[in-house]
């Protein structure tokens, strides 16, 4: 099993920054990646961001493209999520993802372990 803790929400101004982190334990051997999902009110979760824990490659979402950037710290077996330039629609919970196969991957149903999710706010 793994096991995944988020921190660093909250709220923010638009334009704003936010940095998110994730926390990694158990079997984190097991996995490939790690990923980063958000869901708003009403809305179905959505990608955002998704990096490899040997190489470092990511691959994000284009409405995140630019703002966000994921990053990786082996050592602690920790993901970041920067978030820059915030607006109103990022507004969700964003929720860490663990993922054990090798490639990058997009969709909900790849990622074997989640976190509990963390409240970003983004008022306008």
């Known amino acids: 099993q793994v096991q995944l803790v988020e921190s660093g929400g909250g709220l923010v101004q638009a334009g704003g920054s936010l940095r998110l982190s994730c926390a990694a334990s158990g079997r984190t051997f097991s996995t490939a990646g790690m990923g980063w999902f958000r869901q708003a009110p009403g809305k179905e979760r959505e990608f955002v961001a998704t990096i490899r824990w040997s190489t470092g490659s990511t691959y994000y979402a284009d409405s995140v493209k630019g703002r966000f950037t994921i990053s990786r710290d082996n050592a602690k077996n920790t993901v970041d999520l920067q978030m820059n330039s915030l607006k109103a629609e990022d507004t969700a919970v964003y929720y860490c993802?663990?993922?054990?196969?090798?490639?990058?991957?997009?969709?909900?149903?790849?990622?074997?372990?989640w976190g509990q999710g963390t409240q970003v706010t983004v008022s306008s």
């Open positions: 993802a663990a993922v054990p196969g090798l490639g990058v991957f997009v969709r909900e149903s790849d990622y074997a372990y």
